[in-house]
């Protein structure tokens, strides 16, 4: 009587693990940015959020607050991976809000995003109409 053997080979397991690996490979790049696509999402959003509240501010009272409140600079909230401030060279007549990566974000290709009160966009040390712009960085 033959005896029929059930199971893989041990060839054929490492053919699956090798291919597993392999698509492990190549979809983890993509899955890492589209996250911190995402993440940027969110600091463009911080950064027009708080333009907003400074216009309505200067709108009350005449002139830009010298600070951001604390839940609009996201300075206590862990989960964010930017924090939101001020950029050197502010008056009470203009301002340039910075978001600036931090954790698992810093190094990232857009590095620190700039909004101006003229609405004058940046990311990375340049700003729109400069030359090396990464237009990609306010666009997605």
Same mark, same amino acid.
């Given at each position: 009587m033959k005896h029929r053997q059930q199971g893989f080979?041990?060839?054929?397991?490492?053919?699956?693990?090798?291919?597993? @690996?392999?698509? @492990?490979?190549?979809?983890?790049? *993509?899955?890492?940015?589209?996250v911190r696509r995402g993440h940027r999402a969110d600091a463009r959003a911080g950064?027009?959020?708080?333009?907003?509240?400074?216009?309505?501010a200067a709108t009350a009272t005449g002139a830009y607050p010298g600070s951001l409140p604390a839940a609009l600079a996201w300075s206590g909230d862990n989960g964010k991976r930017y924090s939101i401030g001020f950029a050197a060279g502010n008056t009470a007549m203009a301002y340039t809000l910075a978001a600036t990566p931090r954790g698992a974000q810093? @190094?990232?290709?857009?590095?620190?995003?700039?909004? *101006?009160?003229?609405?004058?966009? @940046?990311?990375n040390g340049k700003t729109s109409g400069q030359t090396g712009y990464d237009t990609d960085c306010w666009g997605k």
């Open positions: 080979t041990l060839i054929e397991l490492m053919i699956v693990a090798t291919v597993i @690996g392999i698509l @492990g490979a190549l979809a983890y790049p *993509s899955y890492a940015e589209y950064l027009l959020q708080a333009q907003q509240w400074l216009e309505r810093a @190094g990232d290709r857009c590095g620190i995003y700039t909004l *101006s009160h003229t609405g004058l966009r @940046g990311a």
